[in-house]
């Protein structure tokens, strides 16, 4: 078993950032990376810039897999899934193919969550969430102009403002009573709202889609207050669940995401997870700085110098350009009284507990600038 490799399930951004960080610190163990895509390198944030960019989804590749194999030093296998682990007997299994590793890392990802829309058009609704649904969705809308978005959160408020940007004519439809619920509060969401509006952005906040229909080459959109809404193509961003099915059966730990440890270790030895997929320490942050913050970790610990992870303040900058928002959510569990300064779009939106603690913000136009101050102030999500 000396010579069997660190196996990582994942060539996304948790799973490259991992072997990159580890190979600094171990130049000679097999590596090998399996991954159910193409297994180019590329950053998933730039998924919701790239229209405003008019960008190919082959310009937002950073290095081909056979750059990353070299880069990494590593047997690289794509369109490849892996189909059931056996933590006990330190195998996984390609199908019919069984491998042995020495040690195992989940990066995963996450899977969009899909609605069953009645109609007779549910195939014709898009997620955009990695490359090859970008590659295909850009191919779809080539010509086209007419755009219903489901979701109104984090990015659905990022491709609205992106697609717009990039020309085409966008209706965002979501259950809610303002944008990003749950992550913003509603002066700030207001602010972005109104931004995204004034771009040309239609919202219809409140109903959901009941029913999608064929119209010849185009869809009809029935929504449940009765509007009806003909567009070209659907784009899905109600959000992703993180992938825990194959850790599930292979009888580790599981619940919002995959249950590891402060040292990324889940619930069986050897086996280990990191990225949107993982549930470190209790929290399922579907963000880059967190799955950085795990990588360099995870790389000591399997370099033989168990590392926990620790968090700091872990500001997300949220990409519509229309109205710029940095967003600081408080630490789970901690409440606080919020407060407005300013006058929209420029908002400092700041969130402090009885003691006066700073615990959290949100940040819009001309005030996102204040965030590297405020930072100073906010208290660590996993200290
Ligand atoms: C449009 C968009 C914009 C975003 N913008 C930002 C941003 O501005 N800032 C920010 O911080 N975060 C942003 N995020 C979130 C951030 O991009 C993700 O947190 C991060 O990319 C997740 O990386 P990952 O490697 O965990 O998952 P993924 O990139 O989804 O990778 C998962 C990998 O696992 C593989 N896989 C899954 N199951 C199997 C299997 N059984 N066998 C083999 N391989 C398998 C997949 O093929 C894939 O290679 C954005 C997300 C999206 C969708």
């Known amino acids: 078993?000396?010579?069997?490799?660190?196996?990582?399930?994942?060539?996304?951004?948790?799973g490259y950032n991992l072997a990159r960080e580890w190979r600094k610190l171990d130049s000679t163990t097999p590596l090998l990376i399996i991954s159910a895509d193409d297994g180019r390198s590329y950053s998933k944030p730039m998924l919701s810039t790239g229209f405003?960019?008019?960008?190919?989804?082959?310009?937002?590749?950073?290095?081909?897999?056979?750059?990353?194999?070299?880069?990494?030093?590593?047997?690289?296998?794509?369109h490849t899934r892996v189909t059931r682990i056996e933590p006990e007997a330190k195998r996984l299994w390609l199908g019919n193919e069984a491998l042995v590793y020495r040690d195992l890392v989940l990066a995963l990802g996450a899977d969009p969550i899909q609605l069953d829309i009645p109609g007779d058009a549910a195939e014709a609704v898009f997620s955009i969430n990695d490359l090859e649904d970008?590659?295909?969705?850009?191919?779809?809308?080539?010509?086209?102009?007419?755009?219903?978005?489901?979701?109104?959160?984090?990015?659905?408020?990022?491709?609205?403002?992106?697609?717009?940007?990039?020309?085409?004519?966008?209706?965002?439809?979501?259950?809610?009573?303002?944008?990003?619920?749950?992550?913003?509060q509603p002066a700030a969401a207001a602010a972005v709202q109104q931004a995204l509006s004034d771009l040309g952005v239609q919202f219809h906040l409140g109903p959901v889609v009941s029913q999608l229909k064929r119209d010849g080459d185009a869809l009809c959109a029935q929504l449940s207050d009765g509007q009806v809404i003909n567009c070209?193509?659907?784009?899905?961003?109600?959000?992703?669940?993180?992938?825990?099915?194959?850790?599930?059966?292979?009888?580790?730990?599981?619940?919002?995401?995959v249950v590891v440890d402060r040292q990324l270790q889940c619930s069986l030895a050897h086996v280990y997870a990191l990225g949107d997929c993982a549930e470190v320490d209790g929290l399922n942050l579907q963000y880059v700085m967190p799955l950085m913050n795990c990588a360099r970790a995870l790389a000591k610990t399997l370099a033989g110098e168990p590392t926990a992870v620790s968090y700091g303040a872990m500001p997300v900058v949220v990409k519509t350009p229309a109205c710029p928002l940095v967003v600081a959510p408080p630490p789970a569990g901690r409440a606080g009284n919020w407060t407005v300064e300013g006058q929209a779009p420029d908002l400092r939106v700041l969130c402090h507990d009885e003691q006066g603690q700073l615990l959290g913000y949100n940040l819009t136009g001309g005030c996102t600038g204040e965030r590297m101050a405020l930072n100073k102030g906010l208290p660590a999500l996993l200290a």
């Open 134 to 184: 970008y590659d295909r969705f850009r191919q779809a809308v080539a010509g086209k102009q007419r755009v219903l978005l489901m979701g109104a959160g984090l990015i659905g408020c990022e491709f609205a403002n992106d697609l717009t940007s990039g020309g085409l004519s966008v209706s965002v439809v979501a259950p809610c009573e303002h944008v990003m619920p749950g992550l913003i």
């Open 1 to 14: 078993m000396s010579g069997a490799p660190l196996v990582i399930i994942g060539s996304g951004l948790a």
């Open 52 to 78: 405003a960019k008019n960008k190919q989804a082959d310009e937002l590749v950073m290095a081909d897999v056979g750059a990353m194999a070299e880069q990494l030093n590593a047997e690289l296998r794509t």
């Open 232 to 257: 070209d193509a659907v784009v899905s961003a109600i959000g992703l669940r993180p992938r825990t099915q194959l850790a599930a059966d292979a009888g580790l730990a599981v619940a919002r995401g």
